[in-house]
């Protein structure tokens, strides 16, 4: 059974980097489609971006320059930074799994909340 | 980006009663649509993809229909298990985008 498990600090500052990471049991992170969708207080959604198998990444231009994602796959961890956060950065960040480049989240972790405060 | 919107944001209903939450795209997205169930302490279940294809799991009294700017999820003969946080997404181009979600409320 495939596991996803979103891991890191809750609280992070103004300016600062938010960093995550998503731990995978049960399915090897060098196959599908692997990514980081949140959501807000009022629960509006955004997908971020993916890390392919093949390490290729795909981020929403929203973010722009702020996002990036890495993996791991000796650990099979993918990693979320986002850089020069601010207070709108505060939601649950959710790691994701799909088979194929089609954004069809069949698999999610249970979510972290990250609070961007002072 | 295509936006999505749901409709409605709040449902009071009772077990045995059939609901209905609409989703409409800003602009053709065919039939790339899905719905998913967000309930507390649980990961987000995928419901319904392909606008009306049950995933794998998806109990028989959940239902999608529509194409191209027009989607509706219907459940038929609510069940306790049922009242959760609904959301359409359209994967039909990048960035997928997400409608603002529907809370199912027990009345």
């Known amino acids: 059974e495939v596991q996803l498990q979103e891991s890191g600090p809750g609280l992070v500052k103004p300016s600062q980097s938010l960093s995550l990471t998503c731990s995978v049991t049960?399915?090897?992170?060098?196959?599908?489609?692997w990514g980081w969708i949140r959501k807000f207080p009022g629960n509006k959604m955004e997908w971020m971006g993916y890390?392919?198998?093949?390490?290729?990444?795909s981020y929403n231009p929203s973010l722009k320059s702020r996002i990036s994602i890495t993996r791991d796959t000796s650990k099979n961890q993918f990693f979320l930074q986002l850089n020069s956060v601010t207070t709108e950065d505060t939601a649950t960040y959710y790691c994701?799994?799909?088979?194929?480049?089609?954004?069809?989240?069949?698999?999610w972790g249970q979510g972290t909340l990250v609070t961007v405060s002072s | 980006d295509v936006q999505m919107t749901q409709s409605p944001s709040y449902l009071a209903a009772s077990p045995g009663e059939s609901v209905s939450i609409s989703c409409k795209a800003s602009?053709?997205?065919?039939?790339?649509l899905a719905w998913y169930q967000e309930k507390p302490g649980k990961a987000n279940k995928l419901l319904i993809h392909?606008?009306?294809t049950l995933q794998s799991g998806t109990p028989s009294r959940f239902s999608g229909s529509g194409s191209g700017t027009d989607f509706t999820l219907t459940i038929r003969s609510l069940e306790f298990e049922d009242f959760a946080v609904y959301y359409c997404?359209?994967?039909?181009?990048?960035?997928?985008?997400f409608g603002a979600g529907t809370k199912l409320e027990l009345k």
């Open positions: 994701a799994r799909w088979p194929t480049r089609v954004p069809l989240f069949a698999y």
């Open positions: 049960g399915y090897s992170i060098t196959s599908n489609y």
């Open positions: 890390i392919s198998y093949s390490g290729s990444t």
């Open positions: 602009k053709s997205i065919s039939n790339n």
């Open positions: 392909s606008g009306s």
């Open positions: 997404q359209q994967y039909n181009e990048y960035p997928p985008t």
